[in-house]
């Protein structure tokens, strides 16, 4: 899309402009390739600076940066040859360029090379970078020389070959947010449907960059803000705090629950979790000292999800008890067994969630880092609490006899069912041999 050049232009709507000609004053309507070494131009002067719009005050930002790409294109895009010499006597190459992809692609531009050694005066573009089908580089061993080699569309290839028929011996500039990335020599007029060679002092690195830069630099892609946030220190601070309440309101709820639903095996869980949660909080404080870590909403985030994995594997390992339990065996006799069975299971779960905790770690970047460090931090320390510190604490509460008792632990409706379970099984022996089944104790 065109523009007014006077009239101010959204800087958040950049213009493409690829391939324009090179001098306005021999424009030719149709669009041309390059074939040879780069020519030299005018070199950049200096010469006295336009009007600021960074001086007026009244202006906002986003005022003050479409007055400046107005100013600019005024003076840069005009069709006055007057205008147009003093624009290559003023420009200043080692500025910020205001006109950066916002330039008029329908007018003539004042451009400076992305060495920023010389300053070109450009016609109105010819060829889209959209059009370009292909561009790659590699050594010409029958000229012993490094070149890129183009390929355009149909519509594009038709426009380059009458454009280079056209202008031999001329200039052709390749442009990129209005800068020249190349400036080659039209030595020859290229067919329609053939590839363009762009020969110079190239090496492979120099060659390999160019190639990509008119591959990919023309792509249609722009970057929009979705949404910007400044927080200052204060709500920072405050977004802290809450996290970390709701962390602990999360494990007091957990706590509850285990209580009453383990009763007695709930204040196992309960100093379980507390010793797993001093043992995080001191890492995260000797981590702060020694490698300066920080802890976000995010690792926060980590460190909950963690620590509710560890109350997972505390389920899982009562649940194998009462599932021992159910199949007759004593509170004492369940308890190793019980381990023996949710042990692979807790092992399991926690590779699961620790190999997903590195490959995210590796992968992300920023906060969603911090989330996998508290994430595989929290992960590992599950392991060492539940094997060191749960398993023995059952282990020999299980050898108690108050721990032992039904009332106790918690578990007296399942040895109920068990003691059903074993009656129903003596009763159909019994119907099965013709004997009275016997009575327990």
């Known amino acids: 899309a065109s523009a007014d ?29 390059a074939t040879d ?37 005024a003076l840069r895009q005009s069709e006055d040859p007057q205008i147009q010499q003093l624009a290559m006597q003023s420009l200043d190459c ?48 029958q000229q012993a020389q490094f070149q890129v080699s183009l390929t355009f569309d149909t519509d594009g290839s038709n426009t380059w070959a009458q454009f280079t028929a056209a202008n031999l011996q001329k200039q052709a500039a390749f442009v990129l947010d209005s800068k020249v990335i190349s400036a080659p020599v039209i030595q020859g007029a290229t067919p329609a449907g053939s590839a363009t060679s762009i020969t110079g002092n190239f090496n492979n690195q120099t060659a390999s960059e160019l190639a990509n830069t008119l591959k990919y630099g023309s792509l249609p892609l722009s970057f929009v803000s979705s949404e ?10 405050a977004s802290l705090d809450a996290g970390l309440i709701a962390g602990a309101i999360g494990l007091a709820l957990v706590l509850v629950y285990c209580l009453l639903y383990y009763r007695a095996l709930g204040l196992l869980t309960a100093l379980s979790l507390v010793l797993a949660g001093l043992v995080v909080y001191g890492i995260i404080v000797l981590l702060g000292r020694w490698i300066s870590f920080t802890l976000d909403l995010a ?45 692979k299971t807790i092992l399991s779960g926690n590779a699961v969630s620790f190999i997903a905790a590195a490959v995210l770690y ?41 721990w032992s008792k039904p009332s106790v632990n918690g578990l007296g409706a399942v040895q109920q069912i068990a003691a059903e379970r074993k009656r129903a099984a003596n009763k159909a022996l019994a119907v099965k041999t013709g004997s009275a089944p016997s009575k327990e104790a």
């Not at 910007?228 to 601070?237: K, Q």
């Not at 920023?366 to 060492?384: C, H, K, N, S």
Request: glycine residues 8%; charged residues 20%.
């Open 94 to 141: 080692n500025a910020a360029d205001p006109l950066a992809g916002n330039d008029d692609p329908a007018l003539p531009l004042v451009a400076c090379s992305t060495d920023g050694t010389a300053v070109y005066l450009l016609g109105p573009t010819i060829i889209d970078g959209q059009q370009i089908s292909d561009a790659t580089s590699g050594f010409d061993s």
């Open 362 to 402: 590796v992968l992300a970047i920023g906060q969603v880092r911090g989330f996998a460090f508290t994430l595989g931090l929290t992960t590992i320390l599950d392991i060492i609490v539940v094997v060191l510190v749960t398993w023995p604490l059952v282990y020999l509460a299980s050898k108690s006899k108050f």
């Open 228 to 237: 910007a946030e400044t927080v200052s220190a204060t709500l920072g601070l």
């Open 299 to 343: 690792g926060i985030a980590g460190l909950i999800i963690g620590i509710g994995m560890t109350a997972d594997s505390f389920v899982v390992f009562f649940e194998r008890i009462k599932d021992e339990i159910r199949e007759g065996r004593s509170f004492r006799s369940a308890v190793p067994r019980g381990w023996a069975r949710a042990r």
């Open 5 to 33: 050049p006077a009239a101010p232009a959204d800087p958040a709507t950049p213009q493409n402009r690829v391939f324009p000609a090179q001098d306005p004053t021999t424009v030719d309507p149709s669009p041309a390739p």
């Open 37 to 73: 070494a780069p020519a030299t131009d005018a070199p950049a002067t200096d010469a006295p600076a336009a009007d600021d719009p960074a001086t007026d005050a009244s202006l906002s930002d986003a005022e003050r940066a479409a007055q400046e790409i107005s100013d600019a294109r």
